[in-house]
């Protein structure tokens, strides 16, 4: 298995366009999280979806932000608009419900000028 | 609040020497985990141990748990260059949850 694969790898956006993050989990896994990771705040869980339902987004920071994922194969976080404060990396990361270990995508990394 | 927190938050040694790292958490907890995080990639899951374990052995990785003192301690036996990364302890506080909180991170420097 490839994975988890994350696209884009680098975003660079200007202050107030819309951002879209895609992740494709591991096959087979029913679980899914998107984090945010900066040196000031560390790594923050944003949302988590488990077979596709969203069940914590206790952590997405603000109404510009939201996550859905449509099937097993594919999620996405859109930021509109986006700031500077927005600027991190972003990682997704799937799981097996039963087996509690998540594996990580090598991240987005979002530069809001 | 961040659950774990991590001690020392940076710790450089020679390669060969032992690697041991500390994790405080405040709540109770179904089971903790270790990843590692080289620069600029994404997170890598080490081990587990459930509550109920005391300590556990993966490779050159030893991992013990008190849950009286909600603290676990990462040991690195024969540390190598490759070694060298940030290593973040994750705990999972309700069984069924899924949720990992992650502490800040000990950065690991080996030298050569």
């Known amino acids: 298995d490839a994975g988890v694969i994350q696209s884009p790898r680098h975003e660079v956006t200007e202050m107030g366009q819309e951002v879209t993050l895609r992740c494709k989990p591991i096959?087979?896994?029913?679980?899914l999280f998107w984090y945010r990771q900066t040196m000031m705040r560390g790594l923050e869980l944003l949302i988590y979806f488990n077979n596709n339902v969203p069940i914590d987004d206790s952590g997405m920071p603000e109404d510009r932000f939201s996550a859905k994922m449509p099937n097993a194969s594919f999620s996405t976080l859109k930021i509109q608009p986006s700031e500077p404060r927005d600027s991190a990396v972003y990682f997704c990361a799937s799981g097996d419900l039963a087996k509690n270990i998540q594996y990580f995508g090598a991240g987005t990394r979002l530069s809001v000028l | 609040s961040q659950q774990g927190e991590e001690d020392p938050q940076a710790l450089s040694i020679q390669e060969g020497e032992n690697a041991t790292m500390n994790c405080s958490y405040k709540t109770s907890i179904n089971n903790l985990q270790w990843y590692r995080q080289n620069s600029g990639r994404g997170l890598v899951h080490l081990i587990l141990?459930?509550?109920?374990?005391r300590e556990k052995h993966s490779g050159r990785l030893r991992v013990t748990l008190d849950t009286s003192k909600k603290s676990s301690s990462l040991l690195i036996t024969a540390s190598r260059a490759a070694d060298t990364a940030s290593y973040f302890c994750?705990?999972?506080?309700?069984?069924?949850?899924?949720?990992?909180?992650f502490g800040q991170g000990t950065r690991l420097t080996i030298n050569p």
């Open positions: 994750a705990t999972v506080r309700i069984q069924g949850a899924q949720k990992l909180v």
């Open positions: 096959s087979g896994h029913n679980s």
């Open positions: 141990i459930r509550s109920n374990e």
